[in-house]
């Protein structure tokens, strides 16, 4: 016989579920924007984060709302915690993504710098990590998680490549060029924040079902 407070788990993880796909929404609509030079866009990211904040409130609230109810142990506790850190952690992704967005506002009307081809390789990596960082907790599958923490140094790596071209090629070359540089560096920046929660969401999925603190041991991913 199902417990009362399995049914209001999977209600839980519906509730992350859609936290997930916001998160993911955003990232690929800010880029999206960048990529168009689509202000509209851009500010229905901005305008979209208000529902987002008000998820994470309701899912926060359904986390404590348990906690205090059932006072579960082990295993069900560790699953309720977990979703509350990452609630927060994807309405973080949220929030950079506006962040993505009021900076594609503040280019949007100047002539491109250069063809963006790393930035949406970029954003690309930071979408598949937060899917499938949620895919881990929704399965409790560690080995989901750890393909997300291995994908980080990409990431890292995808932002270096675009700072050194903007830095080498446009900002030291030509000083006008910075204002622009410099969004699109402050943008490759954002992603990679992006990755690093993500990967802070993998490491507490592998927390979650095995109750083992990954955080600063990347040795324990073997």
């Not at 409130?57 to 990452?86: N, S, W």
């Not at 990431?155 to 675009?162: Q, S």
């Not at 540089?181 to 929660?197: G, N, P, S």
Request: charged share 35%; proline share 3%.
């Amino acid at each position: 016989m199902e417990r009362h407070l399995d049914q209001e788990l999977k209600e839980l993880n519906k509730g992350i579920l859609k936290m997930g796909a916001y998160a993911e929404e955003a990232i690929f609509k800010s880029v999206e924007a960048l990529k168009n030079r689509d202000k509209e866009l851009a500010r229905s990211v901005i305008d979209n984060d208000n529902n987002i904040d008000k998820l994470e409130l309701t899912v926060d609230e359904r986390c404590i709302d348990l906690i205090a109810r059932y006072q579960p142990m082990a295993k069900d506790l560790r699953f309720i915690t977990t979703g509350m850190k990452i609630n927060s952690e994807l309405e973080r992704i949220a929030d950079i993504a506006v962040d993505i967005a009021q900076r594609t506002l503040e280019i949007a009307d100047k002539p491109l710098l250069k063809p963006l081809v790393d930035i949406p390789k970029l954003a690309a990596v930071a979408q598949n990590m937060v899917k499938v960082a949620i895919d881990s907790f929704v399965k409790g599958d560690i080995e989901l998680a750890k393909k997300v923490m291995l994908s980080d140094p990409e990431a890292d790596n995808l932002r270096n490549l675009i700072q050194k071209e903007l830095v080498e090629d446009y900002m030291l070359k030509d000083a006008s060029t910075a204002p622009r540089a410099v969004q699109l560096l402050l943008i490759a920046r954002f992603l990679e924040r992006i990755c690093d929660h993500t990967t802070n969401i993998a490491e507490d999925v592998i927390y979650m079902v095995q109750a083992e603190v990954v955080r600063h041991h990347p040795e324990k991913l073997k």
